[in-house]
């Protein structure tokens, strides 16, 4: 009896052994198929995006701390203490130094105002520099700066002042012999105004004194820059906060470019998105897809009891065909996740010019562990259900078991998702909007569903027998018809969500900063300047953009009481800052001059009113990107003493339409009415202003001009004639910076697209398993439906209207959903205006009935097209 | 000698939506190894509940079933497989074999859960035994009726089991093809020895086994013996 006993319990072996023969066997039917390849979808998405992501933020990463040439920097317009640094390089962060001052230049033949940058040995921390031996030769690397004696020079200065390489310079009072031209740099657009005021000469730091142009009272630009450890780095930020009280923070290059940062702070949001949908998607699929392979399995699972198998051992059996497909799914989804990505890389090759550095494992890992939660949270639950199955079966066909019923594999399939959710959004904002999406869907689709059924079946008493058969179908499967619907809606919903994401944010993108967007930025400029200027482009077939009076304006009172100021309650913010503003400062940390002046002397405790001075313009014509959300722009006979304020700016200084401003000009006080109220595009590169004037306001107030140029490649030559011109003009060179977003903004958009791309497969899957789920019911009763009597054509007019019925419903939800979440989703977390989406509201009802229907149409047409009888006898075998 | 397959009072009543529905009552049954018993009755008289019984498949409501001299009533459904497992084995009306797996590998299936590890060769034997030996590798779908019924009987015998049930078992194939599949049953019943529990609700059939049982509503209303020999030229005729 024991021996027996012994022989009798299969060993792990044998069950793994029966376990991959009905895989491999099994593999003839198609559920396993669409099974596996639902697993390795999951696997290849999310090994694929990340693998993309992972490699593409390095390379990002790595590309914007060269813009900064360091991974942090700290700037003042005075200098912060020498020992700092030293601090610095004794917390093991590798340290350099800038000064950066605008300068004339002069050689035997002329001069030159230029943006003189002096660096220490150790620049740059993070990038390259590009140099090469004559003007507009090629370029090799050299990071170890100009010697002691030596400039190097921009292309452009050489012409400008008549000299060649080889050649003397003079700085101030130091004589320099110009040894490189400078063709790059990494941090060529930092510093504001005095990096960019002309081309660069660079000198070494130690030649500083040697000028004598730095004297007290000067414009000069002092940076500290610091590479290493991001926990050093973040150490060493906090003890710069505490020495200097605040007045100092290092930055990082998210500081520096909001453009930039924007984009890919929703090229990521974006991805996240993205790969979650994928994954939610595919999950659904597996479910699905492993419910009908248990369906079919109970049987196989009776007959092994009958045999003498435990149920222990049926769950070791059906664990191992899990297992085993899991390690198939994972090993061939890294697979092509690293050919999606490599497709990708290749086809982005233009775009990303930088070289990728390699990628990390992570990425396989994060397949792996989506592939095993995918798993055990979808398709565990139906299939360890087998165990319960009766052995009973065999004798008892009709007895159903009830395993599959129980809420156990929703609560795990829910678990799954959250877990996955969570995981992928690593944000609660994201995860609460999508799980409060799926839950409102899943509670407005059992409300209109109920409701559709009563009105559907009463409309089929009318409507010819096939509406009838299609709605009695319906509700005969009403249960399964709501998860039909569930399912494809939440298929659609996504798709929309992601189509609807991806149009608005390419298009935003596109309209932020187009193909023409002027990169030169010209300032400085006189009243008596303007009419020559204008005609110096005309003769040079430059196209002139308009000309901006602008001056410097401090807001003191607002209805006669001091004026709040509008980044007061959260220090740590710097406000937005308008380009002009950026360009204009060269210690971007105050974002525009800060001065402090007593307002209301009675009070002399008081600590005195902060003024912020703000760069403000007058004009009759309302800027383009600019739109009046309150009030009305003035028309052509404006009345002076109006004023055009930016609406969050408005909103922060507790401002309203008809408010008494006064403002400090120049010494004197303005008056001024608000009459409207405007949004601005701060990411366009363009100028904007806070506060708009109505013509004959500020007029006599001694303003300056701005204007903007698009100069592309050689046409930059002509800077040198228009500043020999115009000499007290100052011209800001953002080329550079506006080429770097747009090339940033193309990669994110491809990888935008792909996303795209694979969330559909996914999406395309799941439609499919959904369909078949019903196909071996469908079979049977359309078997029987015929062998009643009913034609074929009568049938497949009824599976027609019950699909497309359907998916008609699925489609209304999903387009409720959609809107629903890009509503939270746009305002929230991608910080864009949400519009309600119009053609949606009939393209996704007309999408879901189509698709729906012609999937359901072209899966279940073999059904119609089987004898009755073959399918009674196969069905009943 | 004690019995192989021993009833005491089993009865079997399931609830359904109009009340308790008593399928079984009071059946005391008890078979000797060897014995060859034949179940009959008309189509819902509680044979394949009967059967189910006897062979641990499902539990009774009440009475003590004992099978190879074990009480199944005090058993868990684990053990309960473990037993079927080791004694016995079964042959269906709807064949019931794994539509994925080849023929052979059907009937090697009960040898492998026994960790043997010539389970091809007994199986190929097998086969052989019931003249399938040129369609091991053949798909359920691809053979008929009464080659699937075969190839069910030989995964019957490949356990080795003491004892076979058998529901049915010509129920799907014609009269023809259902003789030649009893033919088989019973000769290698024979060779084997085995202990043969047959339900049908063919009379003649039942004629072919030494003992007969009669159920009627539930009940045993007749068990009675067969003189074997006299009845086995009738199946020539059937
Ligand atoms: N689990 C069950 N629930 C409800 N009715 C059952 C159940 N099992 C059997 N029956 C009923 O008990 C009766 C006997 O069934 P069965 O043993 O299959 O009869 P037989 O095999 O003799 O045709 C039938 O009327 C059947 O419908
Ligand atoms: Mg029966």
Same mark, same amino acid.
Not at chain 1, 89 to 102: D, H, K, M, S, Y
Not at chain 1, 709 to 733: S, Y
Not at chain 2, 105 to 119: G, T, Y
Not at chain 2, 166 to 177: I, K, R, S, V, Y
């Given at each position: 009896?024991?021996?027996?006993?012994?022989?009798?319990?299969?060993?792990?072996?044998?069950?793994?052994?029966?376990?991959?023969?009905?895989?491999?066997?099994?593999?003839?039917?198609?559920?396993?198929?669409?099974?596996?390849?639902?697993?390795?979808?999951?696997?290849?998405?999310?090994?694929?995006?990340?693998?993309?992501?992972?490699?593409?933020?390095?390379?990002?990463?790595?590309?914007?701390?060269?813009?900064?040439?360091?991974?942090?920097?700290?700037?003042?317009?005075?200098?912060? #203490?020498?020992?700092?640094?030293?601090?610095?390089?004794?917390?093991?962060?590798?340290?350099?130094?800038?000064?950066?001052?605008?300068?004339?230049?002069?050689?035997?033949?002329?001069?030159?105002?230029?943006?003189?940058?002096?660096?220490?040995?150790?620049?740059?921390?993070?990038?390259?520099?590009?140099?090469?031996?004559? #003007?507009?030769?090629?370029?090799?690397?050299?990071?170890?700066?100009?010697?002691?004696?030596?400039?190097?020079?921009?292309?452009?200065?050489?012409?400008?002042?008549?000299?060649?390489?080889?050649?003397?310079?003079?700085?101030?009072?130091?004589?320099?012999?110009?040894?490189?031209?400078?063709?790059?740099?990494?941090?060529?657009?930092?510093?504001?105004?005095?990096?960019?005021?002309?081309?660069?000469?660079?000198?070494?730091?130690?030649?500083?004194?040697?000028?004598?142009?730095?004297?007290?009272?000067?414009?000069?630009?002092?940076?500290?820059?610091?590479?290493?450890?991001?926990?050093?780095?973040?150490?060493?930020?906090?003890?710069?906060?505490?020495?200097?009280?605040?007045?100092?923070?290092?930055?990082?290059?998210?500081?520096?470019?909001? &453009?930039?940062? /924007?984009?890919?702070?929703?090229?990521?949001?974006?991805?996240?998105?993205?790969?979650?949908?994928?994954?939610?998607?595919?999950?659904?699929?597996?479910?699905?897809?492993?419910?009908?392979?248990?369906?079919?399995?109970?049987?196989?699972?009776?007959?092994?009891?009958?045999?003498?198998?435990?149920?222990?051992?049926?769950?070791?059996?059906?664990?191992?065909?899990?297992?085993?497909?899991?390690?198939?799914?994972?090993?061939?989804?890294?697979?092509?996740?690293?050919?999606?990505?490599?497709?990708?890389?290749?086809?982005?090759?233009?775009?990303?010019?930088?070289?990728? %550095?390699?990628?990390?494992?992570?990425?396989?890992?994060?397949?792996?562990?989506?592939?095993?939660?995918?798993?055990?949270?979808?398709?565990?639950?139906?299939?360890?259900?087998?165990?319960?199955?009766? %052995?009973?079966?065999?004798?008892?066909?009709?007895?159903?078991?009830?395993?599959?019923?129980?809420?156990?594999?929703?609560?795990?399939?829910?678990?799954?998702?959250?877990?996955?959710?969570?995981?992928?959004?690593?944000?609660?904002?994201?995860?609460?909007? +999508?799980?409060?999406?799926?839950?409102?869907?899943?509670?407005?689709?059992?409300?209109?569903?109920?409701?559709?059924?009563?009105?559907?079946?009463?409309?089929?008493?009318?409507?010819?027998?096939?509406?009838?058969?299609?709605?009695?179908?319906?509700?005969?499967?009403?249960?399964?018809?709501?998860?039909?619907?569930?399912?494809?809606?939440?298929?659609?919903?996504?798709?929309?969500?992601?189509?609807?994401?991806?149009?608005?944010? =390419?298009?935003?993108?596109?309209?932020?900063?187009?193909?023409?967007?002027?990169?030169?930025?010209?300032?400085?400029?006189?009243?008596?300047?303007?009419?020559?200027?204008?005609?110096?482009?005309?003769?040079?077939?430059?196209?002139?953009?308009?000309?901006?009076?602008?001056?410097?304006?401090?807001?003191? !009172?607002?209805?006669?009481?001091?004026?709040?100021? %509008?980044?007061?309650?959260?220090?740590?913010?710097?406000?937005?800052?308008?380009?002009?503003?950026?360009?204009?400062?060269?210690?971007?940390?105050?974002?525009?001059?800060?001065?402090?002046?007593?307002?209301?002397?009675?009070?002399?405790?008081?600590?005195?009113?902060?003024?912020?001075?703000?760069?403000?313009?007058?004009?009759?014509?309302?800027?383009?990107?600019? /739109?009046?959300?309150?009030?009305?722009?003035?028309?052509?006979?404006?009345?002076?003493?109006?004023?055009?304020?930016?609406?969050?700016?408005?909103?922060?200084?507790?401002?309203?339409?008809?408010?008494?401003?006064?403002?400090?000009?120049?010494?004197?006080?303005?008056?001024? =009415?608000?009459?409207?109220?405007?949004?601005?595009?701060?990411?366009?590169?363009?100028?904007?202003?806070?506060?708009?004037?109505?013509?004959?306001?500020?007029?006599?107030?001694?303003?300056?001009?701005?204007? !903007?140029?698009?100069?592309?490649?050689?046409?930059?030559?002509?800077?040198?004639?228009? +500043?020999?011109?115009?000499?007290?003009?100052?011209?800001?060179?953002?080329?550079?910076?506006?080429?770097?977003?747009?090339?940033?903004?193309?990669?994110?958009?491809?990888?935008?697209?792909?996303?795209?791309?694979?969330?559909?497969?996914?999406?395309?899957?799941?439609?499919?398993?959904?369909?078949?789920?019903?196909?071996?019911?469908?079979?049977?009763?359309?078997?029987?439906?015929?062998?009643?009597?009913?034609?074929?054509?009568?049938?497949?007019?009824?599976?027609?209207? &019950?699909?497309?019925?359907?998916?008609?419903?699925?489609?209304?939800?999903?387009?409720?959903?959609?809107?629903?979440?890009?509503?939270?989703?746009?305002?929230?977390?991608?910080?864009?205006?949400?519009?309600?989406?119009?053609?949606?509201?009939?393209?996704? %009802?007309?999408?879901?009935?189509?698709?729906?229907?012609?999937?359901?149409?072209?899966?279940?047409?073999?059904?119609?097209?089987?004898?009755?009888?073959?399918? +009674?006898?196969?069905?009943?075998? | 000698?004690? $019995?192989?397959?021993?009833?005491?009072?089993?009865?079997?009543?399931?609830?359904?939506?109009?009340?308790?529905?008593?399928?079984?009552?009071?059946?005391?049954?008890?078979?000797?190894?060897?014995?060859?018993?034949?179940?009959?009755?008309?189509?819902?008289?509680?044979?394949?509940?009967?059967?189910?019984?006897?062979?641990?498949?499902?539990?009774?409501?009440?009475?003590?079933?004992?099978?190879?001299?074990?009480?199944?009533?005090?058993?868990?459904?684990?053990?309960?497989?473990?037993?079927?497992?080791?004694?016995?084995?079964?042959?269906?009306?709807?064949?019931?074999?794994?539509?994925?797996?080849?023929?052979?590998?059907?009937?090697?299936?009960?040898?492998?859960?026994?960790?043997?590890?010539?389970?091809?060769?007994?199986?190929?034997?097998?086969?052989?035994?019931?003249?399938?030996?040129?369609?091991?590798?053949?798909?359920?779908?691809?053979?008929?009726?009464?080659?699937?019924?075969?190839?069910?009987?030989?995964?019957?015998?490949?356990?080795?089991?003491?004892?076979?049930?058998?529901?049915?078992?010509?129920?799907?194939?014609?009269?023809?093809?259902?003789?030649?599949?009893?033919?088989?049953?019973?000769?290698?019943?024979?060779?084997?020895?085995?202990?043969?529990?047959?339900?049908?609700?063919?009379?003649?059939?039942?004629?072919?086994?030494?003992?007969?049982?009669?159920?009627?509503?539930?009940?045993?209303?007749?068990?009675?013996?067969?003189?074997?020999?006299?009845?086995?030229?009738?199946? $020539?005729?059937?």
């Amino acid at each position: 009896m024991s021996e027996s006993a012994q022989t009798v319990s299969a060993s792990a072996t044998t069950l793994m052994r029966v376990a991959l023969r009905l895989l491999w066997r099994d593999w003839r039917g198609g559920e396993l198929r669409l099974l596996l390849l639902a697993m390795v979808m999951a696997v290849t998405s999310v090994s694929g995006i990340a693998l993309f992501t992972d490699r593409l933020e390095r390379a990002l990463v790595q590309e914007s701390a060269t813009m900064l040439a360091a991974d942090r920097v700290l700037s003042g317009r005075q200098q912060p #203490p020498r020992e700092w640094l030293q601090e610095a390089a004794q917390r093991g962060l590798a340290t350099a130094e800038v000064q950066a001052f605008a300068s004339m230049v002069f050689s035997d033949q002329g001069n030159l105002l230029v943006a003189a940058k002096a660096v220490s040995e150790a620049y740059p921390l993070r990038g390259e520099l590009r140099v090469s031996d004559q #003007p507009f030769g090629a370029a090799y690397t050299d990071n170890d700066g100009p010697a002691r004696g030596e400039v190097w020079v921009e292309s452009r200065v050489l012409p400008g002042l008549g000299i060649d390489v080889g050649d003397t310079l003079y700085v101030g009072d130091g004589e320099f012999v110009v040894s490189r031209v400078l063709v790059q740099e990494p941090d060529r657009q930092q510093g504001g105004m005095m990096d960019n005021a002309g081309p660069r000469v660079l000198m070494h730091l130690d030649d500083v004194p040697v000028t004598n142009i730095i004297q007290p009272g000067s414009r000069v630009s002092y940076r500290y820059l610091f590479a290493g450890e991001l926990a050093a780095l973040d150490v060493y930020a906090d003890w710069v906060r505490e020495q200097s009280d605040g007045d100092f923070r290092l930055r990082d290059v998210r500081d520096e470019s909001q &453009e930039v940062s /924007e984009a890919l702070a929703r090229g990521e949001s974006f991805l996240l998105l993205g790969s979650l949908f994928a994954v939610l998607l595919a999950g659904i699929a597996i479910a699905l897809t492993a419910r009908r392979y248990s369906e079919r399995h109970f049987d196989y699972a009776a007959i092994m009891k009958t045999l003498g198998c435990t149920s222990n051992q049926i769950s070791a059996i059906y664990f191992g065909i899990l297992l085993s497909l899991l390690i198939i799914a994972v090993v061939v989804g890294s697979l092509l996740g690293w050919l999606v990505h490599e497709g990708i890389l290749i086809l982005l090759q233009t775009v990303i010019p930088i070289a990728l %550095p390699a990628a990390s494992l992570t990425p396989f890992w994060l397949g792996a562990l989506t592939a095993f939660i995918c798993l055990f949270a979808f398709a565990m639950p139906p299939l360890l259900a087998l165990k319960h199955t009766s %052995p009973l079966r065999v004798l008892r066909k009709d007895l159903v078991d009830a395993p599959l019923s129980t809420a156990l594999p929703y609560v795990f399939g829910i678990a799954g998702a959250l877990v996955l959710i969570v995981w992928y959004s690593q944000d609660l904002l994201i995860s609460v909007i +999508l799980v409060g999406a799926v839950a409102g869907v899943a509670l407005l689709l059992s409300a209109m569903s109920y409701l559709l059924l009563r009105t559907g079946s009463a409309a089929g008493m009318r409507a010819g027998s096939a509406w009838m058969l299609a709605m009695s179908a319906v509700r005969r499967r009403r249960r399964q018809s709501v998860l039909q619907v569930l399912v494809f809606s939440l298929t659609i919903m996504s798709l929309l969500i992601l189509a609807l994401l991806r149009t608005d944010l =390419i298009n935003d993108w596109q309209a932020q900063l187009p193909e023409d967007t002027p990169n030169h930025f010209m300032m400085n400029i006189s009243d008596s300047q303007v009419a020559g200027m204008q005609t110096f482009l005309q003769e040079n077939e430059v196209d002139a953009n308009p000309f901006y009076p602008m001056v410097s304006a401090g807001l003191l !009172t607002v209805n006669g009481a001091p004026a709040p100021h %509008p980044w007061d309650d959260d220090d740590d913010e710097q406000g937005r800052s308008t380009m002009t503003e950026r360009s204009g400062d060269n210690d971007r940390d105050a974002d525009a001059d800060r001065q402090d002046t007593e307002a209301g002397g009675a009070d002399a405790t008081d600590r005195p009113q902060r003024v912020e001075n703000r760069q403000v313009t007058w004009t009759a014509q309302l800027p383009p990107d600019n /739109e009046v959300v309150a009030g009305s722009w003035w028309a052509e006979q404006s009345i002076p003493g109006r004023v055009s304020v930016e609406r969050d700016y408005a909103e922060r200084i507790d401002v309203n339409l008809g408010d008494e401003l006064v403002f400090r000009v120049n010494e004197q006080e303005v008056t001024a =009415i608000v009459d409207n109220m405007r949004t601005v595009r701060w990411d366009n590169m363009q100028p904007n202003f806070f506060f708009i004037f109505s013509p004959g306001t500020l007029d006599h107030l001694g303003a300056t001009y701005l204007s !903007t140029l698009l100069l592309e490649g050689q046409e930059k030559l002509l800077l040198n004639d228009l +500043l020999r011109q115009f000499p007290t003009i100052v011209v800001l060179e953002v080329d550079a910076l506006i080429e770097q977003i747009q090339s940033i903004i193309a990669q994110v958009s491809s990888a935008i697209e792909l996303i795209a791309g694979l969330v559909l497969i996914a999406g395309a899957l799941v439609l499919l398993s959904c369909v078949n789920a019903t196909l071996d019911e469908r079979f049977r009763e359309n078997a029987i439906l015929r062998t009643l009597g009913a034609g074929r054509k009568l049938i497949m007019t009824s599976l027609l209207i &019950e699909f497309a019925f359907i998916g008609l419903l699925a489609g209304v939800i999903a387009t409720v959903g959609a809107e629903l979440s890009l509503y939270y989703l746009q305002s929230e977390v991608f910080q864009q205006e949400f519009a309600l989406h119009y053609w949606v509201w009939i393209a996704g %009802p007309l999408a879901g009935t189509v698709i729906i229907a012609g999937l359901g149409f072209a899966a279940t047409r073999k059904v119609v097209n089987s004898s009755p009888l073959a399918v +009674l006898r196969q069905l009943s075998a | 000698m004690t $019995a192989m397959i021993e009833a005491r009072h089993l009865s079997k009543q399931v609830a359904t939506s109009e009340g308790q529905l008593v399928i079984l009552k009071d059946i005391s049954l008890s078979i000797d190894a060897a014995e060859a018993v034949a179940i009959v009755g008309v189509s819902g008289s509680g044979k394949s509940t009967l059967l189910g019984l006897m062979a641990g498949l499902d539990s009774a409501s009440g009475g003590d079933m004992l099978l190879d001299g074990q009480n199944l009533s005090t058993m868990d459904e684990e053990e309960r497989a473990q037993l079927r497992g080791r004694s016995v084995g079964f042959v269906f009306q709807s064949f019931q074999l794994l539509p994925s797996l080849t023929a052979l590998e059907n009937v090697m299936l009960p040898i492998e859960l026994k960790n043997d590890r010539d389970a091809r060769q007994k199986a190929a034997n097998l086969l052989q035994r019931v003249g399938l030996e040129s369609r091991l590798q053949h798909y359920p779908n691809q053979l008929s009726g009464g080659e699937q019924q075969r190839v069910a009987i030989a995964r019957a015998f490949a356990s080795q089991a003491k004892i076979l049930f058998a529901d049915e078992p010509t129920g799907n194939l014609d009269a023809a093809t259902g003789a030649r599949v009893i033919d088989l049953l019973f000769s290698l019943n024979a060779e084997f020895g085995t202990t043969l529990v047959l339900v049908t609700h063919d009379d003649r059939l039942a004629q072919r086994c030494g003992r007969m049982v009669r159920l009627v509503a539930g009940e045993i209303t007749e068990d009675v013996s067969v003189d074997v020999a006299a009845n086995v030229g009738d199946a $020539a005729h059937v």
